[in-house]
């Protein structure tokens, strides 16, 4: 089965509007789960390309106390895989917004991995992030995720070497994710000093069909103008956002913030 | 004509893994990319420096001199009385500096982290047995340590927080999840993605991603290896059965893996009842390795409650999942109440406090010891002793009191 042309078709459009992607987070369950589409539609409104679901977990090892935070109240609601499926096909009933999931590896090893793929595919997610397996453990999620279409989103560290990066590239599909600096998620003042390099360290090794996405600490719109100024294909914001709609932000206000980012994204001449 | 290479056998014997990181399906390193690198560094750093002659030897002095191995395999006589079956030895863990098992793989780590260069070393503590090791092996080789705990964890074993400051490392209270060793677990982690390139984490249990499960059992075979030359000098013979308590499992490991190959050896592993990742969990993956793992249908990890802080996490060693798979040991539980009764036992019968975790095996091998032939020989680990738990057994006594 192919790539979901969902996420395929529009880093192809943006690509052709001279911009790149804004992958957007929001952990399903925030700010309540009843809440959480008419946010994801705020994040679609100011502009975000992909949107990034997170799936709660109880012990999220790669995650600032932001999203820990966000993890906890979402498990608290009773939020689990079979909750966010439900609200992706929602979603999917008039959103063509391509969908990632960004899932801790046990949740899906509890369900299965065939059918924990069949699942995402037959919901419209569009692509699996899974901070907790690299490619030493994912031979049969490749399998998997191959057979039903899902994009297989694999990390690229400034710890990683060149010729582990090339091996990711034979795992992924879609893009790699490109972590710009040491730690776990959140916030930053300032861009890491190790971005830039490593972006433009890895973006030669990658193929053709494979873009990159630059994530960790994006928060302002000069962060994200200077990774897509280095050739990034994307940037994920996630901790950012959350801090936002932990602090009680509105759809509007959200929408305006992600206006803001999204226009970092375009391409000067 | 040549001979023939044998071809080699397709499973390989239990004593010969992991392999490829792997205990037949457990196991495994299931971590951020990030730490990818420096676990495949640590992997080489291990095989290479391990097996060398300075390294064994400075090991061998330190845990001679400083730790004070070996410790004592001593024949408990009265509590053979007691139990009026087997006769029990207990294996004096105990007795290593620090009061517990944790100095043997905290000594061989802290080596290594100075060998790779890394001043600044991490853990994560439960019971404060690991750090208070951890503590003692930076202090005496010169290493910065800072600590893990749970808040709750910090709370009931006071004690042992102390003694870590006093030996000079720093104590991070973590106060995210159930506030206990897998949260400290959690944050320890995320501290080493953040610092991977100049910090050495020295995990306190055969539990985390490979090679830790490799390197702990390692360390910890010590146990295992004296005891079998002791009992062999004493009574020419191996035992019937080894006890030893397991949270995450390293003193169990330790203390059966020299005898994996020996099929006449039963192994018997007690957990804690509110924390039984092997006898009530199911195969799922936390902190790097696929193992039993406590957790719920949607697999959120969870919660434990044990009187033993050192039991207290909800899954387990690789190797224990693989040798519960396939029947090499077997693994039972001890209620809290029992545990307090194990400590009475070996405190009136002995004169020996052992810590609240190794109560648990105490009560399971005495239970074993009085169904079993007067000729055959039980050894339990004793693998800490109880000073740190004093507060808590006499709390408790006093609850009862009340009741």
């Not at chain 1, 925030?30 to 008419?38: A, H, N, Q, W």
């Not at chain 2, 750090?131 to 290493?143: D, I, R, S």
């Not at chain 2, 949260?183 to 539990?207: C, F, H, K, M, Q």
């Not at chain 2, 899954?315 to 039972?332: M, N, T």
Request: hydrophobic share 40%; charged share 25%.
């Amino acid at each position: 089965m192919m790539l979901t042309q969902r996420l395929s078709k529009r880093f192809e459009e943006v690509h052709s509007r001279r911009e790149a992607a804004l992958i957007g987070y929001i952990m399903v369950g925030e700010p309540e789960f009843s809440r959480t589409l008419e946010y994801i539609g705020a994040l679609e409104s100011g502009g975000v390309d992909i949107v990034e679901l997170g799936v709660p977990f109880t012990d999220p090892i790669a995650d600032d106390p932001i999203l820990q935070a966000a993890h906890g109240r979402a498990l608290r609601q009773g939020v689990n895989v079979h909750t966010v499926f439900q609200l992706v096909r929602e979603l999917r009933k008039n959103s063509e917004l391509p969908v990632l999931l960004m899932t801790y590896y046990n949740p899906i090893c509890r369900l299965g991995e065939e059918s924990f793929a069949r699942r995402c595919s037959e919901a419209g997610v569009d692509g699996v992030i899974i901070p907790d397996l690299p490619i030493e453990e994912a031979a049969s999620w490749v399998n998997q995720a191959r057979k039903y279409g899902l994009a297989r989103i694999f990390f690229v560290t400034p710890e990683t070497d060149n010729e582990r990066v090339k091996r990711i590239c034979e795992y992924a599909s879609g893009f790699v994710y490109l972590v710009s600096r040491y730690g776990t998620t959140g916030p930053s003042e300032t861009l890491a000093p190790t971005v830039l390099p490593l972006l433009e360290r890895v973006k030669p090794l990658l193929p053709e069909d494979l873009k990159v996405a630059v994530g960790f600490g994006l928060t302002t719109r000069a962060h994200i103008e200077a990774v897509v100024r280095a050739g990034a294909d994307g940037v994920i914001v996630a901790s950012a956002l959350a801090a936002r709609i932990t602090e009680g932000a509105s759809p509007e206000a959200l929408a305006d913030y992600v206006r803001e980012l999204k226009a970092g994204t375009r391409r000067t001449v | 004509m040549a001979a023939k290479i044998p071809a080699k056998p397709s499973t390989p014997r239990l004593s010969e893994l992991p392999v490829d990181g792997h205990f037949g399906e457990f196991g495994g390193q299931f971590v951020p990319e990030i730490l990818i690198p420096a676990l495949k560094e640590l992997e080489r750093v291990y095989k290479e420096i391990s097996v060398r002659f300075d390294f064994q030897s400075e090991l061998k002095a330190l845990r001679a001199d400083y730790g004070g191995r070996p410790t004592p395999l001593y024949f408990a006589k009265r509590l053979t009385e007691y139990a009026n079956g087997a006769r029990i030895f207990l294996k004096r863990e105990d007795l290593v500096h620090g009061g517990a098992h944790a100095l043997n793989n905290a000594l061989g780590q802290a080596l290594l982290a100075r060998a790779m260069g890394k001043r600044r070393v991490i853990a994560e503590t439960g019971s404060g047995q690991h750090g208070v090791a951890v503590a003692m092996a930076c202090a005496v080789l010169g290493l910065h340590a800072e600590i893990y705990m749970g808040a709750r964890d910090i709370e009931r074993q006071k004690a042992n927080v102390q003694r870590i400051q006093l030996l000079g490392a720093t104590v991070h209270p973590v106060t995210s999840g159930s506030q206990t060793l897998k949260d400290a677990i959690n944050e320890a982690l995320r501290d080493w993605a953040t610092n991977v390139p100049t910090t050495y984490y020295l995990i306190g249990s055969a539990v985390g991603p490979h090679p830790y499960p490799m390197i702990v059992r390692d360390f910890q075979r010590v146990i295992g290896d004296e005891l079998k030359g002791q009992l062999l000098r004493r009574e020419q013979r191996l035992p019937d059965l080894v006890v030893a308590c397991v949270g995450g499992g390293s003193n169990a490991i330790g203390t059966f893996y020299p005898f994996v190959n020996d099929e006449k050896v039963q192994f018997l592993g007690v957990e804690s009842s509110g924390a039984a990742a092997l006898c009530h969990g199911s195969i799922g993956v936390l902190h790097g390795a696929k193992t039993f793992v406590l957790q719920d249908e949607h697999g959120s990890i969870g919660e434990t409650h044990s009187i033993a802080a050192g039991l207290d996490y909800p899954a387990v060693g690789p190797e224990h999942a693989l040798y519960k798979k396939l029947g090499r040991a077997e693994y039972i539980t001890v209620s809290d109440q029992e545990a307090l009764e194990g400590f009475r036992l070996l405190a009136r019968c002995e004169g020996i406090l052992p810590s609240l975790e190794a109560a648990h095996a105490i009560y399971a091998g005495v239970q074993r010891a009085q169904r079993m032939k007067r000729d055959q020989i039980v050894v339990i680990t004793l693998s800490g002793r109880g000073e740190k738990d004093l507060e808590t057994v006499v709390q408790h006594d006093a609850h009862a009191a009340l009741e």
